[in-house]
């Protein structure tokens, strides 16, 4: 039942290790250029803030930081005890995410770009109820990427490619939702999410 | 009226649409197969003559697209986005009507009808920004199709919802990469992915896969999507 904004708002309210979004952040901002500057989250944040042109290369690489999010999380969440349909969901759904970790990877590369590394992750859930709330609001905060970025796409393949994948994310998420008892589709028209606040909204899952 | 609803209305035409793809001079031979031909007076083929009816690359991941030359070049010299938005309109105008029929059956009760209720009425909000998009470029939108859909017991019904869904999220897929204007692209995008909704949560009702697909799903063409659609449309 989130919205997009809402999704946002979900993951500011996570907690990690033990401090909450905002006061992550905070500590984060005291450190000079911490947040936004250094190797932190991998090169492709400062390339979101720094003035590249690296465009479809910068875009694709935001996507593969989002997918390998959502492969991880499928994976560790596969380690908790999970119902017999939660657990296929997981195992399904998080081979789609490696897929696409590959084929961005694969992109990127074609495009002559150099791919993120993998960050490493932190997704505070301990049972099936809490992997399944992250995992709807991953799945929205997928759709609402994909769909922002889309039309700042310059390359048509890669437009073709980006709206493949976007669809498979909104087919999670429906059905994420329905295990939920959200409604699958929380409104007429799936709201895009501009690469910042998703960035900001993803940060505290990514450890380093 | 009574129809088999398991029935693959499009499976028929299917060898055939590909020669007329690729067969310019058989446009009058597609125009026929759609149940209008020159002159005919019917919405979709009024929409078909006006647009050419040629939008032929199928398949929007992997290797190069099949289009014709052809094909592409009556697109982008007819108004290409007008045409790709009615196109749009003209499904959302089947969807549309279909769960109003749909709901008004009496074949669904609770959260089924509920979810019914939801799919139809995201339905009506996507013919209404159609109808304005097409507005604001300046064009004249597709006229309202009169429909017919067969409605003869819940399972088949859901069926026949899951179908239409999943081609209609093809459908948006497979004009993505054809959209000229940023804006028109987000508005579609914006779509795209609810119709992907409707699909997965309904497929899932029926015991499918909600990504049929796989990881990577796949958009399909007007040629393919059209013959899909015209058994649902009278006139």
Redesign the interface.
Same mark, same amino acid.
């Given at each position: 039942m989130s919205k997009p904004e809402s999704a946002v708002a979900d993951l500011a309210s996570i907690e990690v290790a033990g401090i909450s979004r905002g006061a992550f952040l905070v500590k984060s901002a005291l450190a000079v250029g911490a947040v936004y500057g250094t190797a932190a989250v991998g090169p492709f944040v400062g390339q979101a803030f720094a003035q590249s042109s690296g465009g479809d290369v910068d875009i694709l690489n935001f996507a593969l930081t989002l997918e390998y999010l959502e492969a991880d999380f499928y994976k560790r969440g596969q380690k908790l005890g999970l119902s017999s349909d939660v657990k296929a969901l997981a195992a399904e759904f998080g081979d789609h995410e490696s897929q696409h970790v590959d084929a961005l990877t694969q992109t990127i590369q074609k495009l002559g770009g150099t791919p993120a590394p993998m960050p490493k992750f932190a997704f505070p859930f301990k049972d099936e109820a809490s992997f399944l709330k992250l995992a709807q609001t991953l799945e929205d905060t997928g759709v609402g990427a994909y769909n922002g970025a889309g039309p700042s796409i310059q390359s048509k393949e890669v437009l073709a490619a980006a709206g493949s994948i976007v669809q498979v994310e909104a087919r999670h998420s429906a059905a994420i939702r329905l295990q939920n008892n959200a409604t699958p589709a929380p409104g007429a028209f799936d709201q895009a999410l501009d690469m910042q606040t998703v960035l900001e909204a993803v940060k505290p899952l990514i450890k380093s | 009226m009574k129809q088999n609803a398991q029935q693959d209305p499009g499976l028929e035409s299917a060898g055939a649409l590909e020669e007329l793809a690729r067969d310019p001079s058989s446009r009058r031979r597609f125009l026929k197969l759609m149940g209008g031909g020159a002159g005919a007076a019917g919405a979709l083929s009024v929409f078909l003559a006006a647009c050419g009816g040629s939008n032929s690359s199928s398949g %929007? %991941?992997g290797g190069a697209a099949a289009g014709t030359t052809m094909g592409t070049s009556t697109t982008s010299s007819m108004g290409g986005d007008v045409d790709i938005v009615n196109y749009a309109l003209t499904l959302e105008y089947v969807e549309a009507d279909f769960y109003k029929e749909v709901v008004s059956s009496g074949l669904f009760s609770g959260p089924q009808l509920d979810?019914i209720k $939801?799919?139809g009425? =995201?339905e009506q909000? =996507?013919v209404q920004?159609l109808e304005q998009t097409v507005g604001k470029l300046g064009g004249t939108p597709a006229p309202k199709p009169t429909t017919k859909f067969p409605l003869d017991d819940a399972k088949s019904v859901l069926t026949l919802a899951a179908t239409v869904e999943n081609l209609g999220?093809a459908a948006y897929?497979g004009q993505? +990469?054809k959209i000229q204007s940023?804006?028109i692209? @987000? $508005?579609a995008?914006?779509?795209? #992915?609810?119709e /992907?909704? =409707? $699909? #997965? /949560?309904l497929n &899932?009702l029926l015991g499918i +896969?909600? &990504?049929p697909?796989? @990881?990577? @799903? &796949?958009?399909a063409s007007m040629d393919e999507v059209l013959p899909q659609v015209k058994p649902f449309i009278v006139s």
């Open positions: - | %929007t %991941t979810l $939801a799919i009425e =995201h909000q =996507h920004a999220a897929l993505a +990469d940023p804006e692209l @987000a $508005a995008l914006s779509i795209h #992915s609810v /992907a909704r =409707h $699909a #997965s /949560a &899932s +896969d909600p &990504s697909d796989g @990881a990577f @799903a &796949s958009g």
